[in-house]
């Protein structure tokens, strides 16, 4: 069973930038697939970004490609979602996903194991 703790969200001006981190306990980190999720106010959640378990590949979501970067460090169990150039629809509560496999998904149905949520409030 594998647990996951976000933190980093808050509040900030539309085109600045914010970390989230996500540490994992509970499993070989290094076998899974990692993600992050979002889900904007009234909105169904929705992928932003994924990596997989070697770290070499990754796949975003058109609206935040250039502008959002996922990465790993498996020796520290955890993975982070540095956003820049933050715009007003970036908001929302993001949520770090993993699933035990080689190669990364992209549909929240993949993934068994999630994070509580940090909020993102993007200020115009």
């Known amino acids: 069973q594998v647990q996951l703790v976000e933190s980093g969200g808050g509040l900030v001006q539309a085109g600045g930038s914010l970390r989230l981190s996500c540490v994992a306990s509970g499993g070989t980190f290094s076998r899974y697939a990692l993600a992050w999720f979002r889900q904007p106010p009234g909105k169904e959640r929705e992928f932003v970004a994924t990596?997989?378990?070697?770290?070499?590949?990754?796949w975003y979501a058109e609206a935040v490609k250039g502008r959002f970067t996922i990465a790993r460090d498996n020796a520290k169990n955890s993975f982070y979602l540095q956003m820049n150039s933050l715009r007003p629809e970036d908001a929302g509560v993001y949520y770090c996903?993993?699933?035990?496999?080689?190669?990364?998904?992209?549909?929240?149905?993949?993934?068994?194991?999630w994070g509580q949520g940090t909020e993102v409030v993007v200020s115009s």
């Open positions: 996903a993993a699933e035990y496999g080689y190669d990364y998904y992209l549909a929240a149905t993949s993934y068994d194991y």
């Open positions: 990596i997989a378990s070697n770290g070499r590949s990754t």
